[in-house]
């Protein structure tokens, strides 16, 4: 039998990053805590949790942490029906839900959806970042339960709605574009231009450029891991870079910012994928990004 007040302790020492704020979470004291996550690490033979600032889960306490989600969503779905179950003198423990989105989604759409999911929802999120096409991993390595993602094919065990796709436009300051481009946007110009790029996993610059220019070309980069550092550094000149259409159309409606090459937006297909275990139990929150999704994204590209 699974010994659930020991994986309890393990998925809130992972939720909360520390083995003192899990034991004020479980009103117990952290010596308590530890000698249950060890015990349990014994009997595994195996490693849960890495010991640091903060502390995080294994694969294999990942694993475990996720299952203790599913135990903690049916506890909730049962004392919903059975409220007798609860007992009114044990602290209120909500469950928190990971889910992974990337930066551009959650800076644009994936908000408006989630928070009006929390509105009527006693569960908590926690909201992973990464690239459209690496929120998938989360999934397969079972981390997160729904991800936003730029894969079409469900991944083992997920079902896959397709929400639309998120418009980019490639921009810049006029400034920008009369000092580096004052004879168009060529190929040779663009390898000589600084652009802005997310982090090593972005790739919305060279699909772009491809899309765009009809062939590959690198080009000299600054490095700036925010959405909105996209915008402020392309307004002040800074560099050249995708943005998604939704935050800049103010700014291209005013002339701060242009586009490179009008009539060149990039669409990326966007698809949430959702655990087939907890689907159901999060129906509420897949009816809100979908909602949202397609009142805020562009219709998904038509492949010929």
């Excluded at 009142?295 to 492949?303: H, N, T, W």
Aim: some cysteine.
């Amino acid at each position: 039998m699974i010994d659930y007040p020991a994986a309890n302790a393990v998925a809130m020492v992972v939720q909360t990053g520390s083995f003192e704020k899990a034991a004020r979470a479980l009103n117990v004291t952290p010596s308590a805590v530890s000698q249950r996550v060890k015990q349990l690490e014994e009997r595994l033979g195996t490693v849960l949790i890495e010991r640091g600032t903060p502390c995080v889960a294994t694969e294999k306490g990942a694993w475990l942490c996720r299952h203790m989600e599913h135990v903690g969503m049916l506890e909730q779905e049962l004392t919903g029906h059975l409220p007798g179950l609860a007992d009114p003198a044990a602290p209120m423990q909500r469950v928190t839900l990971n889910v992974a989105a990337n930066a551009d989604s959650l800076g644009t759409w994936f908000l408006t959806a989630i928070s009006a999911f929390t509105r009527n929802s006693a569960y908590l999120l926690n909201v992973a970042v990464d690239d459209q096409d690496h929120t998938a991993e989360w999934l397969q390595r079972g981390r997160v339960l729904a991800a936003v993602t730029s894969l079409a094919k469900p991944v083992q065990g997920c079902r896959v709605t397709p929400l639309g796709a998120l418009r980019y436009h490639a921009t810049a300051s006029p400034d920008y574009v009369e000092r580096h481009f004052p004879s168009g946007v060529t190929p040779e110009a663009i390898a000589r231009a600084p652009g802005l790029t997310f982090n090593q996993k972005d790739r919305l610059q060279l699909a772009w450029i491809r899309q765009a220019l009809g062939r590959s070309v690198t080009y000299p980069t600054h490095w700036l891991p925010s959405t909105q550092s996209f915008i402020d550094a392309g307004l002040a000149g800074m560099g050249w870079g995708l943005n998604p259409a939704l935050l800049v159309r103010e700014h291209l409606a005013s002339g701060r910012l242009v586009e490179l090459i009008p009539g060149t937006a990039l669409d990326i297909p966007l698809f949430w994928q959702v655990s087939r275990l907890a689907a159901d139990r999060l129906s509420d929150l897949t009816r809100e990004v979908v909602a949202t999704a397609k009142r805020e994204l562009a219709p998904r590209p038509v492949i010929a």
